[in-house]
T-cell receptor
Framework: KAGVTQTPRYLIKTRGQQVTLSCSPI?????VSWYQQTPGQGLQFLFEYFSETQRNKGNFPGRFSGRQFSNSRSEMNVSTLELGDSALYLCASSLVVNTGETQYFGPGTRLLVL | AQSVTQLDSQVPVFEEAPVELRCNYS??????LFWYVQYPNQGLQLLLK??????LVKGINGFEAEFNKSQTSFHLRKPSVHISDTAEYFCAVSDQRGFGNEKLTFGTGTRLTIIP
C-alpha cells in the first residue's frame, strides 16, 4: 500500500505570496492532519480534516487554511507569506476506526520564504 | 491541554551501548503515548505506542518503552544501539477522547547520535 504523499517536496516563495501544499493520504484513510515543524517551535498541529470537515484546529493565524476533498486528499494554503512561515509542513493520515489510531506521516514539504 | 517534555535535546552514545531517551508529559485528561523517529530529510515514523494494558511496550527496531502513570513518564530504551539509529526521536501524546481530538502534541525532540 502506498504511503502518504506530499507535493511539492520543496518550495521557495517570497514574502507576501501565497502557497498551496497538497497531501494524498493512504488509501482508505479518511482523516488528514497537518503539522508545521520549525527549529524554534518544533512540531505544531495546524488542523485536522475528516470527511471534508475540519474537526480540530491549532493556534495559527487565519492565513493558514485547508480543505479536504471527497477522495480524502487535502490541501493547505498559506496566504501573505511571512519569513517565519519557512518550515517543514508535514501531513499525516489515519484510519480513525478506533481511538488511538496511528497517524502515518508523509515526507513533508519544505517551504522557504525569502 | 497537554504538554510533553523531553529532557535531553542531544544524546551521544557509543555503538552497541544501551540508551534511554526520557519523556515526561502533563495532561488534564487521559492520553495515549507515542514515540516517533525522524531520519534526515524524512517524515516521522512510528516506533511504538501505548494505548492501554501492559505498561511495557515493544516497538520496531528493537526499541521499547515503559509507561509510568505515577511519574507521568514514557521513557524509550534500546539495549544495544547501531549506527542506523542516528536520528531525532519525538515523544507525543494524544487525547484519549479521540474522534476529533486525535491531534498529537509533541515534545521538542532528542537527537540521538551514535559514535562508532
Amino acid at each position: 500500500k502506498a504511503g502518504v504523499t506530499q507535493t511539492p517536496r520543496y518550495l521557495i516563495k517570497t514574502r507576501g505570496q501565497q502557497v498551496t501544499l497538497s497531501c494524498s493520504p493512504i488509501s482508505g484513510h479518511r482523516s488528514v492532519s497537518w503539522y508545521q515543524q520549525t527549529p524554534g517551535q518544533g512540531l505544531q498541529f495546524l488542523f485536522e480534516y475528516f470527511s471534508e470537515t475540519q474537526r480540530n484546529k491549532g493556534n495559527f493565524p487565519g492565513r493558514f487554511s485547508g480543505r479536504q476533498f471527497s477522495n480524502s486528499r487535502s490541501e493547505m494554503n498559506v496566504s501573505t507569506l511571512e519569513l517565519g512561515d519557512s518550515a517543514l509542513y508535514l501531513c499525516a493520515s489515519s484510519l480513525v476506526v478506533n481511538t488511538g489510531e496511528t497517524q502515518y506521516f508523509g515526507p513533508g514539504t519544505r517551504l522557504l520564504v525569502l | 491541554a497537554q504538554s510533553v517534555t523531553q529532557l535531553d535535546s542531544q544524546v551521544p552514545v557509543f555503538e552497541e551501548a544501551p540508551v534511554e531517551l526520557r519523556c515526561n508529559y502533563s495532561s488534564s485528561v487521559s492520553v495515549y503515548l507515542f514515540w516517533y523517529v525522524q531520519y534526515p530529510n524524512q517524515g516521522l515514523q512510528l516506533l511504538l505506542k501505548y494505548l492501554s494494558g501492559s505498561t511495557l511496550v515493544k516497538g520496531i527496531n528493537g526499541f521499547e518503552a515503559e509507561f509510568n502513570k505515577s511519574q507521568t513518564s514514557f521513557h524509550l530504551r534500546k539495549p544495544s544501539v547501531h549506527i542506523s539509529d542516528t536520528a531525532e526521536y519525538f515523544c507525543a501524546v494524544s487525547d484519549q477522547r479521540g474522534f476529533g481530538n486525535e491531534k498529537l502534541t509533541f515534545g521538542t525532540g532528542t537527537r540521538l547520535t551514535i559514535i562508532p
